[in-house]
């Protein structure tokens, strides 16, 4: 079988932040804040029905969150989760040959050396499938 191959898409954490999974402050269950919200950001969960802006003292925490042994794992929202999932998953990491202007600070580039090590991918890819199965029964 051939391996698992993985090409750098070059997208940045800012990419993924217009809208993001965070855990509502009213019932502590999963809510989105909507950054680019034509009322400006909001605050938005399904549950309870909380819609309002974010208060600036007590941002919401994500929602894709785990601890590990060697470190925190997060993730904005699932494209930006399935992204490093891709990421771990490959034995074959390829980047463009060529680095323009802050190329080399992409979302996979500034990921922690211990996720991108071989010898932890099993771990990672445990939890990210914990944080998945969250978004699923959350």
């Not at 932040?17 to 855990?23: E, Y």
Request: with cysteine.
């Amino acid at each position: 079988m051939p391996p698992v191959r993985f090409h750098d898409p070059g997208l940045i954490c800012h990419d993924f932040a217009g809208s993001v999974l965070v855990r509502c402050p009213r019932c502590d269950r999963i809510a989105h804040h909507e950054r680019r919200a034509p009322a400006g950001p909001r605050v938005i969960c399904r549950s309870c029905g909380l819609c309002r802006s974010p208060d600036s003292r007590s941002w919401p925490g994500l929602w894709l969150e785990t601890r590990t042994r060697h470190g925190e794992l997060w993730a904005y929202n699932l494209a930006h989760l399935d992204l490093i999932r891709r990421f771990v998953a490959a034995d074959l990491r390829e980047r463009d040959p060529w680095y323009e202007d802050g190329r080399k600070m992409t979302a996979v580039g500034r990921l922690p050396a211990w996720i991108k090590s071989a010898k932890n991918r099993a771990e990672v890819l445990r939890a990210i499938d914990r944080m998945r199965a969250s978004v699923i029964a959350g």
